[in-house]
Nanobody, 125 residues
Framework: QVQLVESGGGLVQAGGSLRLSCAASGSIFSINAMGWYRQAPGKQRELVAAITSGGSTNYADSVKGRFTISRDNAKNTVYLQMNSLKPEDTAVYYC???????????????????WGQGTQVTVSS
């Protein structure tokens, strides 16, 4: 089992920045990719950004140029730096961990994925 603990959500004005963190513990050997999904009220959960242990990344079109995903392999931690935030970025953000490549991540979550508890990000206009 892998445990994911998120931090860094909150309330920010449009144009502001937030940094999310997610620390993984437990059976780290079973995962090699981490990422962030988000779910807004009434909408499906969507992939925001993902990164593999080798450093390959993928971003949703809606966040390209504004969000940056990074990871510290020594700390088993992934970060999501969110700049130029917009009201439409408001959602619960979930940390995700799995074994896979960017290509398989884009196919969607599986029953073998691990999830954090979620952290609320609210962007006011």
């Amino acid at each position: 089992q892998v445990q994911l603990v998120e931090s860094g959500g909150g309330l920010v004005q449009a144009g502001g920045s937030l940094r999310l963190s997610c620390a993984a513990s437990g059976s780290i050997f079973s995962i090699n990719a981490m990422g962030w999904y988000r779910q807004a009220p009434g909408k499906q959960r969507e992939l925001v950004a993902a990164i593999t242990s080798g450093g390959s990344t993928n971003y949703a079109d809606s966040v390209k140029g504004r969000f940056t995903i990074s990871r510290d392999n020594a700390k088993n931690t992934v970060y999501l730096q969110m700049n130029s935030l917009k009201p439409e970025d408001t959602a619960v953000y979930y940390c995700n961990a799995r074994y896979g490549t960017i290509a398989t991540i884009l196919l969607g979550p599986t029953e073998y994925d691990y999830w954090g508890q979620g952290t609320q990000v609210t962007v006011s206009s």
